[in-house]
T-cell receptor, first 110, second 111 residues
Framework: GENVEQHPSTLSVQEGDSAVIKCTYS??????FPWYKQELGKRPQLIID?????GEKKDQRIAVTLNKTAKHFSLHITETQPEDSAVYFC?????????FGQGTELSVKP | SQTIHQWPATLVQPVGSPLSLECTVE??????LYWYRQAAGRGLQLLFY??????ISSEVPQNLSASRPQDRQFILSSKKLLLSDSGFYLC??????????FGSGTQLSVL
């Protein structure tokens, strides 16, 4: 089955710096790659997604890149703010189900 | 608009007791429904998913079961809880196999 690896598990940056979170997947049939943000005690919320026919997608300070050949995709957050602090999850969708990475705890220090 | 309801928000149960968590979705028909478990605030583990009434796929052999008695209702059950069943349980829905929307979750503590 699909296996999604996510790195790093924790990430600490200064406010205003950029943050990058990377994921790899194993199933070449996966064709949809969302990213979720989960604040403490709350439900995960979709923040951006990308399909396999696109190499990059951007939404304000957030961007996602996909390399299907290498089977990896990344989340980029620019000009980080304290409210970006949360746990971020990547996911891949083989066979009609979302398989998540283990999460990255991002801490943005003022 | 679509909404998802999940209850209860918190639950404390003794070892060996039964469990029933319920999730309902409003504003859409024939959604895909999912149960995930999250331990220690990390790692969303897919437990069950359903693409229609009575159709349940189990991802991980365990002490839990799921049922979908109605189109927009998904139930997670156990006959006898174990300590290892403790965790944060999240119900979710999607209209295809892509965008997933989560319920507010149930924090289960088995003592």
């Amino acid at each position: 089955g699909e296996n999604v690896e996510q790195h790093p598990s924790t990430l600490s940056v200064q406010e205003g710096d950029s943050a990058v979170i990377k994921c790899t997947y194993s199933d070449s049939a996966s064709n949809y790659f969302p990213w979720y943000k989960q604040e403490l005690g709350k439900r995960p919320q979709l923040i951006i997604d990308i399909r396999s026919n696109v190499g990059e997608k951007k939404d304000q300070r957030i961007a996602v890149t996909l390399n299907k050949t290498a089977k990896h995709f990344s989340l980029h957050i620019t000009e980080t703010q304290p409210e970006d602090s949360a746990v971020y999850f990547c996911a891949a969708t083989p066979e009609g189900k979302l398989i998540f990475g283990q999460g990255t705890e991002l801490s943005v220090k003022p | 608009s679509q909404t998802i309801h999940q209850w209860p928000a918190t639950l404390v149960q003794p070892v060996g007791s039964p469990l029933s968590l319920e999730c309902t979705v409003e504003g859409t028909s024939n959604p895909n429904l999912y149960w995930y478990r999250q331990a220690a605030g990390r790692g969303l583990q897919l437990l069950f998913y359903s693409v229609g009434i009575g159709q349940i796929s189990s991802e991980v052999p365990q002490n839990l079961s799921a049922s979908r008695p109605q189109d927009r209702q998904f139930i997670l059950s156990s006959k006898k809880l174990l300590l290892s069943d403790s965790g944060f349980y999240l119900c979710a829905w999607s209209t295809g196999y892509e965008k997933l929307f989560f319920g507010s979750g149930t924090q289960l503590s088995v003592l």
